[in-house]
């Protein structure tokens, strides 16, 4: 069996002789540029400039190297680039004041201030000296209760949407780069294009956009019926081009957990997210129905999986169990034979970070003899390997899992 096959099983809910893996896929699922050289190093690879494709949370794109020496399975494509491509012509070097030694698709994107903090002018973000990551003022989502909610302007939205519109030649363009990777590689290929566009902080936040879902739910649906009405005609040109080359497509990022419960109560997803998802998630499935969608939500969502399920989700991610009180066999229960899970493979914010090699092991090889019965599973991390992650630890946690 090919490494897509395997991939391919796994989310039909077949049990195989060995567990899908994936570094990378999508950009809450890779690792910290800062702790990718490490990573290569801990491997006995040829160092390299890492390509810093996400320079907002400063991810690096995995090299086809990496990926087969931690046994993985899943190559990504995006609207520009594949990591399963070369495409030498297109990173230009780019080192971070001197912080790290990188190639990046645009350096004019970036300005240096004289105590080093480097900013992104388009978004207002910087990355201080000491960050390993760009930074908001209140994380880009400021709660501002002593006014009124905060409402975008339809007007701008559609403009927006507008000048997001996609041109015959970038269709031509990833149709082009899917191909391409379809012929470089026998991994499952994850596109990362346009998707529904509504979540639930895409447009005033998490802290306030929740309040207008409660205040003001039929401006909600005017708002999320503009988006997802836009979303439909792109996504249904670009699949009708690219559809025999795509495995798995991320549909959106939507956010609905904290640490402790969902951001809103599961009927706001109900009314006014629920509906809309189904749409784009039919669509996708009428016209790629050999593709799978993927919906990336952090936190306590367990009381929300029957709902995503019911959204038309194929596959769930990261599998934040151990956000909200409830285990990876139940988060593994409620799933199962419904909707595969794409991470949850070891404990993120403690055993990775705080205990040792043989710790993260264990734990390995604990949650995977349960997550991967009855198929549904492919083994990734909780969101993002950080800068800071020990990189035998990254080493123990993939070869683990490629045990058999």
Same mark, same amino acid.
């Given at each position: 069996?090919?490494?897509?096959?395997?991939?391919?099983?796994?989310?039909?809910?077949?049990?195989?002789?060995?567990?899908? &893996?994936?570094?990378?896929?999508?950009?809450?699922?890779?690792?910290?540029?800062?702790?990718?050289?490490?990573?290569?190093?801990?491997?006995?690879?040829?160092?390299?400039?890492?390509?810093?494709?996400?320079?907002?949370?400063?991810?690096?794109?995995?090299?086809?190297?990496?990926?087969?020496?931690?046994?993985?399975?899943?190559?990504?494509?995006?609207?520009?680039?594949?990591?399963?491509?070369?495409?030498?012509?297109?990173?230009?070097?780019?080192?971070?004041?001197?912080?790290?030694?990188?190639?990046v698709l645009d350096p004019g994107q970036f300005a240096?201030?004289?105590?080093?903090?480097?900013?992104?002018?388009?978004?207002?973000?910087?990355?201080?000296?000491?960050?390993?990551?760009?930074?908001?003022?209140?994380?880009?989502?400021?709660?501002?209760?002593?006014?009124?909610?905060?409402?975008?302007?339809?007007k701008k939205v559609r403009s927006d949407l507008e000048k997001? /519109?996609?041109?015959?030649?970038?269709?031509? @363009?990833?149709?082009?780069?899917?191909?391409?990777?379809?012929?470089?590689?026998?991994?499952?290929?994850?596109?990362?294009?346009?998707?529904?566009?509504?979540?639930?902080?895409?447009?005033?936040?998490?802290?306030?956009?929740?309040?207008?879902?409660?205040?003001?739910?039929?401006?909600?649906?005017?708002?999320?019926?503009?988006?997802?009405? @836009?979303?439909?005609?792109?996504?249904?040109?670009?699949?009708?081009?690219?559809?025999?080359?795509? *495995?798995?497509?991320?549909?959106?990022?939507?956010?609905?957990?904290?640490?402790?419960?969902?951001?809103?109560?599961?009927?706001?997803?109900?009314?006014?997210?629920?509906?809309?998802?189904?749409?784009?998630?039919?669509?996708? @499935?009428?016209?790629?129905?050999?593709?799978?969608?993927?919906?990336?939500?952090?936190?306590?969502?367990?009381?929300?999986?029957?709902?995503?399920?019911?959204?038309?989700?194929?596959?769930?991610?990261? $599998?934040?169990?151990?956000?909200?009180?409830?285990?990876?066999?139940?988060? &593994?229960?409620?799933?199962?034979?419904?909707?595969?899970?794409?991470?949850?493979?070891?404990?993120?914010?403690?055993?990775?970070?705080?205990?040792?090699?043989?710790? $993260?092991?264990?734990?390995?090889?604990?949650?995977?003899?349960?997550? /991967?019965?009855?198929?549904?599973?492919?083994?990734?991390?909780? @969101?993002?390997?950080?800068?800071?992650? *020990?990189?035998? &630890?990254?080493?123990?946690?993939? /070869?683990?899992?490629?045990?058999?």
């Amino acid at each position: 069996m090919t490494r897509r096959e395997y991939v391919l099983k796994a989310l039909s809910f077949e049990e195989t002789d060995r567990l899908p &893996k994936d570094l990378g896929g999508m950009l809450s699922a890779s690792i910290s540029c800062f702790a990718y050289p490490k990573l290569v190093a801990e491997l006995g690879l040829p160092p390299r400039l890492p390509r810093v494709f996400d320079t907002g949370q400063m991810l690096a794109l995995p090299d086809l190297d990496v990926l087969d020496a931690l046994d993985c399975d899943v190559v990504s494509v995006f609207m520009q680039v594949s990591n399963a491509l070369p495409q030498e012509e297109l990173w230009k070097p780019y080192d971070f004041n001197g912080r790290l030694p990188a190639t990046v698709l645009d350096p004019g994107q970036f300005a240096l201030q004289e105590d080093g903090t480097i900013i992104l002018p388009e978004s207002g973000r910087s990355m201080p000296p000491a960050s390993y990551v760009f930074e908001e003022e209140h994380a880009g989502q400021p709660l501002i209760l002593s006014a009124d909610i905060p409402k975008p302007d339809l007007k701008k939205v559609r403009s927006d949407l507008e000048k997001q /519109r996609l041109t015959d030649a970038d269709i031509a @363009h990833v149709k082009m780069l899917c191909e391409q990777t379809r012929e470089a590689t026998d991994r499952a290929i994850f596109f990362n294009g346009p998707g529904a566009g509504i979540g639930i902080a895409a447009h005033t936040g998490i802290a306030m956009f929740p309040m207008l879902c409660m205040t003001e739910p039929d401006f909600v649906h005017e708002l999320h019926e503009m988006v997802v009405s @836009h979303a439909e005609e792109q996504i249904g040109l670009l699949l009708s081009e690219i559809h025999p080359y795509v *495995d798995i497509y991320n549909c959106g990022s939507d956010d609905w957990g904290t640490q402790n419960q969902t951001i809103a109560a599961p009927q706001v997803y109900r009314d006014l997210f629920q509906p809309y998802y189904r749409r784009i998630n039919d669509l996708m @499935h009428r016209l790629a129905p050999n593709a799978k969608t993927f919906l990336h939500s952090c936190g306590a969502i367990y009381d929300l999986i029957d709902d995503i399920i019911d959204s038309g989700f194929d596959i769930l991610n990261p $599998v934040q169990w151990t956000a909200g009180g409830h285990s990876y066999k139940e988060w &593994k229960d409620k799933s199962r034979g419904r909707i595969s899970l794409w991470g949850g493979g070891v404990n993120a914010q403690h055993t990775l970070p705080l205990g040792t090699v043989e710790d $993260v092991e264990a734990e390995v090889r604990e949650i995977i003899s349960y997550m /991967r019965t009855d198929g549904g599973f492919i083994f990734n991390g909780i @969101h993002n390997l950080l800068a800071e992650t *020990d990189p035998k &630890k990254i080493v123990a946690m993939y /070869r683990t899992a490629a045990m058999r």
